[in-house]
């Protein structure tokens, strides 16, 4: 840590710091200028400088007719959010939903153990704050998981004695929520995300209202995450970046950790960085905080300035998982487990991702047959729409109900759901069984949804 941070200014000075690799971030874009129709296009290597746009440009998953056709197709969509308006090829997706992305945050629920046991009310949010940037490396992975079907379901067992429950409640616009808890904690989430494309690049902002409590002390915390920003989406190697504060606050005590991401510079400089403290109640720094969000985390205890105490050091607290190597999506082994039915309790619902043939397929490498049963389902969705509007009817979620709750962000409000309890009333009231559905199945009208 430099020796002129100003605590006092939550992350003001990486901001500061930030803004001058912010310079170099624009620098190292290059138009693919030497391209014939495609000038303007920004074309990002993360780990160069600025004079390998075009070489850069050549490379990535897409064949070049698929390259140049989606290119034509998604130019009239610049500057706009394209959540679910296009239809995306199968080839840069990963075998894996958004509703098992989710759970991919229950990974390293043992800090949340540490943060529940803990006495000392700043330590624990080290511990938390830790927790949340854990998921940064299922964040990072370039592959798009598939968009969920309305009423789609995830449920997650035989981890750390969590019961994990998540559900598409919304499909315009695109909104999920989950429920996860155990002995030390309750996770409550809303999520709908919002993107902004921007011709080879594409924003995203995590729309969102996260509530995590640890049972032990009572206290509840609040997370707003920095926006991502997918580079390369169609000319060039997909990369991604999070850049911006994450700010996590005891809305019992007052107490918060202020994060701040740093922006990719030239080679890579400053890339996945976090730096930032976890203040008291008045605003004081009592843990300064570091590390690689897809890597690990580190902690060491900060007088008034900022400054580390005297007499400590710094400590890790928390270190990424490898995957195993030559693994084509970068899954570590409890990633491959979201797809198996170990993690699934008996019997299973069928509207569970696990279920769904198109993500089943491309987890054989079936590309043709993901890409026909994507298309299946989507059109499947598309009649469900119709007969519901036929019927003047409205869908309801199973597992969570619509509050009148608003929640401010960043980004624009946020209708908030509930988990209603009804998911650990079923678990309860039905056996244990081996006969679980093999045929996905979230739709609301089957007689007027068979193909």
């Not at 140049?68 to 080839?91: A, F």
């Not at 720094?285 to 985390?297: A, D, I, Y």
Request: hydrophobic share 35%; net charge negative; glycine share 6%.
């Amino acid at each position: 840590m430099a020796s002129n941070n100003d605590p006092k200014q939550g992350s003001g000075f990486f901001a500061s710091f930030a803004s001058t690799i912010s310079s170099f971030g624009t620098a190292m874009s290059k138009s693919v200028n030497g391209l014939l129709g495609y000038e303007g296009l920004q074309v990002i290597n993360p780990d160069g400088g600025t004079e390998d746009a075009e070489d850069e440009a050549q490379k990535g998953r897409w064949r070049q007719e698929d390259r140049d056709s989606y290119w034509k197709m998604m130019q009239s969509y610049i500057g706009s959010d394209v959540t679910s308006m296009v239809t995306l090829p199968v080839l840069i997706f990963e075998p894996m939903t958004m509703l098992q992305k989710m759970a991919e945050l229950m990974e390293y629920s043992y800090l949340l153990e540490l943060a529940d046991e803990c006495d000392d009310p700043h330590m624990r949010l080290v511990y938390a704050a830790s927790w949340f940037i854990s998921v940064y490396p299922a964040i990072q992975r370039t592959w798009k998981p598939f968009n969920p079907i309305l009423g789609e379901t995830y449920e997650l067992v035989n981890h750390g004695g969590i019961t994990f429950i998540a559900e598409q409640v919304s499909h315009h616009p695109p909104m999920s929520a989950a429920h996860a808890e155990n002995e030390h904690f309750i996770y409550d989430i809303t999520s709908k995300l919002k993107t902004k494309f921007l011709g080879n690049s594409v924003d995203i902002y995590p729309v969102g209202r996260t509530r995590l409590t640890l049972k032990k002390s009572g206290v509840v915390l609040d997370l707003v995450p920095p926006l991502s920003k997918a580079n390369n989406i169609i000319f060039g190697r997909t990369w991604v970046d999070s850049p911006g504060d994450m700010i996590l606050t005891n809305l019992t005590t007052g107490e918060k950790v202020v994060l701040y991401f740093q922006p990719c510079g030239w080679f890579g400089a400053g890339r996945y960085e976090v730096d930032g403290y976890v203040y008291d109640a008045e605003e004081d720094p009592k843990f300064l905080m570091t590390g690689k969000c897809n890597e690990f985390m580190s902690y060491q205890p900060c007088d008034s300035e900022g400054e580390p105490t005297p007499g400590t050091e710094l400590k890790e607290v928390w270190r990424a998982a490898e995957f195993p190597k030559n693994d084509k999506f970068q899954y570590t082994h409890f990633a491959h487990k979201l797809n198996s039915f170990d993690t699934a309790p008996k019997p299973l619902l069928p509207s569970d991702s696990r279920l769904r043939p198109d993500r089943l397929a491309l987890e054989h490498n079936d590309l043709s047959k993901a890409g026909a049963e994507k298309a299946r389902l989507e059109e499947k969705q598309r009649a469900e729409k119709r007969t519901r509007e036929a019927k003047e009817e409205e869908f309801k979620p199973k597992w969570f109900e619509l509050t009148d709750e608003k929640a401010t962000t960043p980004w624009g409000e946020l209708e908030v759901y509930r988990y209603n309890g009804k998911y650990e009333q079923y678990r309860g009231g039905v056996e244990s069984s081996d006969k679980s559905s093999q045929e996905f199945d979230p739709w609301q009208y089957h007689e007027d949804s068979q193909t």
